[in-house]
């Protein structure tokens, strides 16, 4: 078992601005789907978060507010690891707050950190375990990246890559597990039939 942390402070701006893990799923949510799936291979949640997002303390989860504003994911990331390395635990594992259809398996198939899903030949760098142990590294690789304005510094792969970052496939022949809601076209399918928005065409 292991702590999770959702990655919840992404800005939608292609879906016009949004919370997209607040976005409608049958009778709830895409963050409550996640949650339900998390809750029974994790012995921890929480959720990470930008600090005008209030509304998500309702699910009843530690809210991570990123201490560093438009930092992109690593924000998350960095919240993720300092929890859990507050919670002395030694890995941590995050992912999307826009994929709902996560493997009740993610935890055991990911194995040993630091692991990170791929499916369709594509890496999904959020829905990683992380090693506690790069807390240094990352929070140099933002003060770097702050000094000298460079947001190309802010990319979550190349900080992965330091750490030695694995990537672990998970079959997509029929259905995309890492399926996640990035523009109003996703948003339509999920609307209209859930599984067939897993679809893989």
Do not use: Y
């Amino acid at each position: 078992m292991v702590d999770a942390v959702i990655l919840a402070g992404g800005r939608g701006s292609r879906l016009g601005g949004c919370t997209k893990s607040l976005l409608p799923l049958g009778d709830g949510t895409l963050l409550a789907e996640i949650i339900r799936r998390l809750a029974r291979q994790t012995d921890a949640l929480a959720i990470a978060a930008r600090k005008e997002q209030v509304e998500l303390s309702a699910f009843g989860l530690p809210v991570l507010l990123d201490r560093q504003t438009d930092r992109g994911p690593l924000s998350g990331i960095l919240s993720a690891l300092e929890w859990a390395a507050g919670r002395g635990r030694q890995k941590v594992l995050t992912v999307a707050g826009d994929t709902p259809f996560l493997p009740c398996d993610l935890v055991t198939r990911l194995g040993r950190v630091p692991a990170c899903a791929q499916s369709n030949e594509r890496i999904h760098p959020l829905i990683a375990l992380w090693p506690v142990s790069g807390l240094t590294l990352l929070r140099e690789i933002l003060e770097k990246a702050a000094l000298s304005g460079d947001r190309h510094g802010l990319a979550v792969r190349p900080f992965a890559s330091a750490l030695g970052m694995r990537t672990v496939i998970f079959d997509a022949t029929s259905h995309d597990p890492f399926f996640n809601v990035n523009t109003r076209e996703d948003l339509s399918r999920l609307a209209e039939d859930p599984r067939a928005a897993m679809t893989v065409s």
